[in-house]
């Protein structure tokens, strides 16, 4: 028995007939997907777009941040004492970091840093008071013997030594303090490496520091100069020494002949109410401004005790010798008081190339020199108890 088989040809989904099939009238479902909502396309597309400009916005602020962020750190950091556009000059051209912001101008502190993204300093601003106790913050300047660079013009008290510039202020409205020590400010600023030839910028924003703090304190400290360059120091004749202030005992003093075979110049570097002197001996003869053949320099005030006790301490071995004048073959020390504080007075002979071997003077001929210098300050800043290294010629110590 056979089973009857369905030869009808198939039905033609898109007429509806088949042949000699019954009519169907169930509609024909479309697939097709619906027109959208004009809203929704319009929101979605918002939604990319924001979503592309975050992304594009974000990179744009992290690469302009070099461009706006001095602007930003000078509005909060450091109690809003420093100037963006000494910022922009002095920070470095990449993304930085807010570092530690300590501000109390009222009680004369300050301590702001601005980092890099590695945490190296870009810059630290500084500023402590106290009487002689400020000089430990000093020490680290006085490891090795360092003539300071009188870079503030206009008679700012201030010097700039290895590591960036200081200024010290003293605030007679605050009299002394209970050891009869003179209250004083002291700024320091840091910049991104540490320098003998900072920018101008960088010594205003040392100068704005200072000058905000001993106002908010009730230092007394007239207001400073903000300094538009660099003070380049003046080599003279000696015929000239005379006329000038801290310099005027080498107008009378024996100086040895200059090794190189010509004269003698001098450089008056600091005067005033500065509380660091200084008079340089300088060979003209050698390079294109000279060259440094010895530094006298005076430092006043208790501040100087520590610093001083590292820099002899460090630098020459008095052996079982207690007193505090001494003389090294190239560095030598005297003290006295002045004003009822520590004074230190410092002679530093330099090499005549690059090896110490090779000195303009030696030992012996700057303890002369360095006891004319010393009588010669004493007598200008009305200071007594001078006391003078004796005739044992110290040995430097091995760095």
Known sequence: MSSARDESPARDASSGRGGG?????????????????????????????????????????????????????????????????????????????????????????????????????????????????????????FTIPHEPRFVFPDGTPGFNDQFGPVILQECPKLG??????????????????????????????????????????????RKLPLPDRVNEPENRPLTQAARSKECAWLADARLPKNPSGGPWEFSERAAGDVPVTSCVLIDPTKGENGR????????????????FETLIGANVDTGDETDDAVMAERLG?????????????????????????DLYLTGSQLRP???????????????????????????MRDR
């Open 333 to 357: 020390r005297a003290t006295a008081r002045c004003d009822d504080e520590d004074a230190n007075f410092l002679a530093y002979g330099k090499p005549r190339e690059n090896d110490y071997a």
């Open 176 to 221: 002394r303090d209970d050891l009869g020590r003179k209250q004083r400010l002291l700024t320091r600023v840091l910049g991104p490496v540490t320098t003998d030839d900072p920018e101008p910028a960088l010594l205003r924003i040392a100068v704005s520091a200072a000058n905000a703090t001993a106002e908010k304190y009730g230092c007394g400290a």
């Open 369 to 395: 020199l360095l006891a004319e210098f010393a009588a010669d300050q004493k007598k200008r800043h009305g200071c007594a108890e001078l006391n003078l290294p004796g005739p044992t010629i110290h040995p």
């Open 21 to 141: 099939s019954a009519p169907d009238d169930t509609p024909a479902r479309d697939d097709s997907p619906a027109p959208a909502c004009p809203a929704r396309k319009r929101l979605g597309k918002a939604l990319a777009w924001a979503a592309v400009a975050a992304v594009v916005l974000g990179f744009g602020v992290y690469e302009a941040k070099p461009l706006w962020q001095h602007w930003w750190y000078a509005s909060n950091l450091c109690g809003g004492t420093l100037d963006s556009a000494d910022l922009a000059d002095v920070l470095p051209d990449e993304r930085l970091e807010a570092g530690p912001d300590r501000v109390d101008l009222a009680d004369g502190g300050l301590d702001c840093a601005i980092l890099t993204d590695d945490d190296h300093r870009a810059l630290s601003v500084e500023v402590m008071s106290g009487g002689g106790a400020i000089g430990m913050q000093l020490e680290q300047s």
């Open 292 to 307: 440094e053949a010895a530094e006298f320099t005076g430092w006043y005030g208790d501040w100087t005790r520590e610093p």
